[in-house]
């Protein structure tokens, strides 16, 4: 079964920290991997996209890593301030056999507090 | 990215009446579309896949009676919770296929059934 895993389910930090948040997968055949945020009530705000052929990429103060063969991929957050607090999810688009889209498979996410 | 947008976002009905939820597409012809419902303190789960002109495919365990999905056009897709019951409180948000910057979603609906 294709599964995604967030670790911690929830961090709280103090502003200005760097952070790591961690998503892990159990199929390594993946056509892509893209981390959200979500705020509370609302809907999903894309943060990165990573293609299977790509190891990192970078967004302002983020940056997504993706290794396949561990079925890791890791989200550094640099100097964390109270307005990234929200909820990150990580979801996988497990290779469906070619095609270029389909079902997404989230993690749990994690729940992220940055304090003043 | 694509542009999506999802109306309502809240509404509150009473048990045994049904809702019409709609995510249209702004400057995007999608011939897909997808359904996701997201319980409180839980991930989004995929619900049903929306093809335009054609039935959905939806996933095991997903009950096509109750949430009908139609697709009429390349801009619009709904979703219909019959007869809904308190279970079927959730969070739902739909999303398009994913450009170069990947998935867009809706704004999402937050349903409360009373």
């Known amino acids: 079964k294709q599964e995604v895993t967030q670790i911690p389910a929830a961090l709280s930090v103090p502003e200005g920290e760097n952070l790591v948040l961690n998503c892990s997968f159990t199929d390594s055949a993946i056509y892509n991997l893209q981390w959200f945020r979500q705020d509370p009530g609302k809907g999903l705000t894309s943060l990165l996209l990573i293609q299977s052929s790509q190891r990192e990429q970078t967004s302002g103060r983020l940056n997504a890593s993706l290794d396949k063969s561990s079925g890791r991929s890791t989200l550094y957050i640099a100097a964390s301030q109270p307005g990234d607090s929200a909820t990150y999810l990580c979801a996988v688009f497990f290779n469906a056999g070619g095609t270029s889209y389909g079902k997404l498979t989230f993690g749990q996410g994690t729940i992220l507090t940055v304090h003043p | 990215g694509a542009v999506v947008s999802q109306h309502p976002s809240r509404v509150i009905c009473k048990s045994g009446t049904s809702v019409k939820i709609e995510c249209r597409s702004l400057?995007?012809?999608?011939?897909?579309m997808f359904w996701y419902r997201q319980f409180p303190k839980q991930s989004l789960m995929l619900m049903a896949t929306?093809?335009?002109?054609?039935?959905?495919?939806?996933e095991q365990g997903v009950e096509k009676d109750k949430f009908l999905i139609n697709h009429a056009s390349l801009t619009l897709s709904t979703l219909t919770v019959t007869s809904a019951h308190p279970e079927d409180s959730s969070f739902y948000i739909c999303?398009?296929?994913?450009?170069?910057?990947?998935?867009?979603f809706g704004s999402g609906t937050r349903l409360t059934v009373v």
């Open positions: 400057d995007f012809q999608a011939t897909t």
């Open positions: 929306s093809n335009e002109g054609s039935k959905a495919t939806y």
């Open positions: 999303s398009v296929p994913p450009g170069y910057y990947g998935y867009t």
